[in-house]
Nanobody
Framework: QVQLVESGGGLVQPGGSLRLSCAAS????????MSWYRQAPGKERELVAS????????NYGDRAKGRFTISRDNGKKTVYLQMNSLKPEDTAVYYC????????WGQGTLVTVSS
């Protein structure tokens, strides 16, 4: 089956850290750009970070720059998002996306930053 499955979301206190994972199956992961998007209640979906097929190039949205790190392991067909210094404003559903021969979205994982 062709799918992306996110994991690692949950409840975390402000200033804490989480590592999200997105496991891919059913397509050639190593040829696809991978991205993380997020959508908070009442807000538009926004790009958090993206990484090229080889991992040689990364791009970050303004709100993620300096706090989040995207990485990938093509052998494990997994992309990660390390999130540090989390703020309540980071609360959102985080989605994994593959772009290349196909465009594919994961189901999302909820991150809640709250005391």
């Amino acid at each position: 089956q062709v799918q992306l499955v996110e994991s690692g979301g949950g409840l975390v206190q402000p200033g804490g850290s989480l590592r999200l994972s997105c496991a891919a199956s059913g397509f050639t992961f190593s040829t696809h750009t991978m991205s993380w998007y997020r959508q908070a209640p009442g807000k538009e979906r926004e790009l958090v970070a993206s990484i090229s097929s080889t991992g040689g190039s990364t791009n970050y949205g303004d709100r993620a720059k300096g706090r989040f790190t995207i990485s990938r392991d093509n052998g494990k067909k997994t992309v990660y998002l390390q999130m540090n210094s989390l703020k309540p404003e980071d609360t959102a559903v985080y989605y994994c996306k593959a772009t290349g021969f196909l465009a594919l979205w994961g189901q999302g994982t909820l991150v809640t930053v709250s005391s």
